[in-house]
């Protein structure tokens, strides 16, 4: 019984069907989320069709809002052996509590600028080096951004 011959596919051709670019590959690559692709003697990545694999799982990650140093670590923890299920658990119950708190500062700061809007109306306009609107409202600050940890 002759073994399969494993088929193989250069960086653009896997780049074009993934639908991402070659230099988001070689950052991927660099960040261990790919591994390390075999090489031809001239030095072209070849990957397998497993690729395409680990491409979907990389997209469905970050859908779900992992960074990808967490889909880094998830993998790295898979390929030792052991389930990183428990981690996946503990990184999306946090996203979670940090989302909540995001969806809390919006509503705060929708009510605020809602009400702000509403005297806004039954003022009109005010004079002001700019927009006296702008410069007399009591909103000092927008919701704060979503930075990385």
Known sequence: MTPQ??????????????????????????????GSPRRTESGYRLYTDAIFARLEFIRKAQAMGFTLEEIARIIQESETGRSPCADVRRIARRKLAELDERLKQLRRYRNEL????????????????ICGL????????????????
Do not use: C, F, M, N
Not at 12 to 27: I, S
Not at 134 to 149: D, F, L, Q, V
């Open 134 to 149: 702008i410069e007399e409202s009591h909103i000092a600050h927008p919701p704060e951004k979503r930075h990385k940890p």
């Open 5 to 34: 011959a494993v088929r193989t596919h250069k960086i653009g051709a896997v780049a074009r069907r993934a639908e991402l670019g070659v230099e988001t590959l070689r950052y991927y690559e660099r960040l261990g989320l790919l």
């Open 114 to 129: 809602a009400q702000t809007l509403a005297e806004w109306d039954k003022k009109g306009s005010a004079a002001g080096r």
